[in-house]
Nanobody, 126 residues
Framework: QVQLVESGGGLVQAGGSLRLSCAASGRTLSSYVLGWFRQAPGKEREFVVAINWSGDRTYYATSVNGRFTISKDNAKNTVYLQMNSLKPEDTAVYYC???????????????????WGQGTQVTVSS
């Protein structure tokens, strides 16, 4: 089992920034992909970004490319999502999730991911 705990959500004005964290614990995986997804009220879950274990491959959704940056600290088993230039449409519950392996567009498929965190609310006011 892998436990994921997100933090860092909150309320921010449009144009502002937030940094989300996802701390992983439990089963040690030799390699995995960690993704961020989000779900707004009344909408389907949406892929945001993913990063592989070594950190040399990242996959961004078009809607956040250039505004959001994913990074990871393997020593802390933590992945960060820096969100800049936030827009009201970024308002959602943000979830981190782990997949044992994916590449390219496959990383955007939430059904692939085996473990999920509880989510953290991000609200962007206009």
């Amino acid at each position: 089992q892998v436990q994921l705990v997100e933090s860092g959500g909150g309320l921010v004005q449009a144009g502002g920034s937030l940094r989300l964290s996802c701390a992983a614990s439990g089963r040690t995986l030799s390699s995995y992909v960690l993704g961020w997804f989000r779900q707004a009220p009344g909408k389907e879950r949406e892929f945001v970004v993913a990063i592989n274990w070594s950190g040399d491959r990242t996959y961004y959704a078009t809607s956040v490319n250039g505004r959001f940056t994913i990074s990871k600290d393997n020593a802390k088993n933590t992945v960060y999502l820096q969100m800049n230039s936030l827009k009201p449409e970024d308002t959602a519950v943000y979830y981190c999730a782990v997949d044992t392996y994916c590449s390219g567009t496959a990383c955007g498929d939430g059904s692939r991911y085996d473990y999920w965190g509880q989510g953290t609310q991000v609200t962007v006011s206009s």
